[in-house]
Antibody
């Protein structure tokens, strides 16, 4: 069965960096675009960004562009989110999400990992 | 950037029908997807491409989309339908994915 397992969350000071990972299994990873979606405590869902199936294309929300970088290793079935210059408003649960092929919607989500930016 | 607006809350009695709207400029020209999120859980897709169901989702969940409003309808509401619901689209003009503001459905 499809599994997406995030890791790497924790408490980090403002201005510092953190790297999240997502281990994918149960499907052919290289066939799918992958996304990160976040949710601040008590708030709604916010799209963070995506990487194409082959890693050649990346798109980011305006709120993280220039600070966050998404990458993938198709040989290891892993997705990563490098977060630099973190701010208090980046505090959220971060979800690794699989987009159904060429559809624009998400059919599988990880359980999420909490990132807290605080001094 | 493209904005999707939902009512913050909807209340409904068991067995009745809940309707959740999602407003956006010419949203009828886009494919709208809906997610259900229960406390402490990841979202789950309940309707895709305006009105289709993923496997395992009851047909009590249905969707429509026209003009500037998309609607998720939950028929014969059950206590287990109490959750937050989000609409979502892909905005081709910006290549961004957009979520609605979310609606909390309360079953009375």
């Amino acid at each position: 069965q499809v599994q997406l397992v995030e890791s790497g969350g924790g408490v980090v000071q403002p201005g510092r960096s953190l790297r999240l990972s997502c281990a994918a299994s149960g499907f052919t990873f290289i066939n799918y675009a992958m996304h990160w979606v976040r949710q601040a405590p008590g708030k709604g869902l916010e799209w963070v960004g995506l990487i194409s199936y082959d890693g050649r294309n990346e798109y980011y929300a305006d709120s993280v562009k220039g600070r966050f970088t998404i990458s993938r290793d198709n040989s290891k079935n892993t997705l990563s989110l490098q977060m630099n210059s973190l701010r208090a408003e980046d505090t959220a649960v971060y979800y690794c999400v699989r987009e159904a092929i060429l559809t624009g919607y998400y059919n599988y989500w990880g359980q999420g990992t909490l990132v807290t930016v605080s001094s | 950037s493209y904005v999707l607006t939902q009512p913050p809350s909807v209340s409904v009695a068991p067995g009745q029908t809940a309707r959740i709207t999602c407003g956006g400029n010419n949203i009828g020209s886009k494919s709208v997807h809906w997610y259900q999120q229960k406390p402490g859980q990841a979202p789950v897709l309940v309707v895709y491409d305006d009105s289709d169901w993923p496997s395992g989702i009851p047909e009590r969940f249905s969707g429509s989309n026209s003009g500037n409003t998309a609607t998720l309808t939950i028929s014969r509401v059950e206590a287990g339908d109490e959750a937050d619901y989000y609409c979502q689209v892909w905005d081709a003009s910006s290549d961004h994915y957009v979520f609605g503001t979310g609606t909390k459905v309360t079953v009375l």
